[in-house]
């Protein structure tokens, strides 16, 4: 009888004290985290377009779309793992980013300013596909969020904060914040 509810007492600790869950939500974190950069490089992969169908338009507007590009260029070569999820490296490719982000506001209120172009079908195409692109990366950041908040509490919180110190050492994962670039409006003189 005490071996009896001795093994159920161990199945019942084993279920609860992370042995699972933290791995699982280690994968969930990096799932996420994969989500974001799957977002980020659909965004990189319209500039090029929609600059296209800006020029056409805007051939005078050359040092904007320029921006454009090089800000993308530079979006792209800053690569993050989620192995390497840290506060540091993180701040990194959220400015990358930023850049893009701040560009792409000033190609699109150049654009603003062209009625021609406005009321080109590829250029709203991609305009709305910019849109689309630019609400499923803050889902994606969202849920990255969420992921690394929940990872955290079961590395970080007891009773599976022990067995994480114990078996796994996990240390806890960045979260995403916002960048100071990114709070500023995006300034177009003419």
């Known amino acids: 009888m005490k071996t009896r509810v001795l093994f159920i007492s161990s199945i019942l600790f084993l279920t609860s004290c992370g042995i699972q869950s933290i791995p699982q939500q280690l994968n969930q974190v990096e799932a996420s985290w994969a989500e974001v950069q799957n977002q980020y490089q659909r965004r ?21 779309l320029e921006k454009v590009m090089q800000a993308r ?12 999820l840290n506060e540091a490296n993180l701040q990194k490719f959220q400015a990358a980013q930023g850049q893009l982000t701040g560009a792409l506001g000033r190609l699109l209120a150049v654009a603003e300013n062209y009625p021609n172009l406005k009321a080109d079908q590829q250029f709203r195409d991609l305009q709305v596909q910019l849109e689309g692109t630019e609400n499923r990366i803050a889902v994606a950041r969202n849920n ?8 955290n509490n079961l590395v970080g919180v007891f009773p599976t904060s022990l067995t994480n110190s ?16 990114a709070v500023k409006n995006p300034q177009v003189n003419f």
């Open 73 to 84: 260029a530079s979006a792209t070569q800053v690569k993050l793992e989620a192995k390497d």
């Open 44 to 64: 990189s992969d319209l500039v090029p377009n929609l600059v296209n169908t800006v020029k056409g338009y805007a051939k005078h507007e050359s040092e904007t």
């Open 166 to 181: 114990i078996m796994f050492k996990y240390e806890k994962k960045a979260q995403f914040t916002i960048s100071e670039e």
């Open 144 to 151: 990255y969020i969420e992921d690394v908040k929940n990872f």
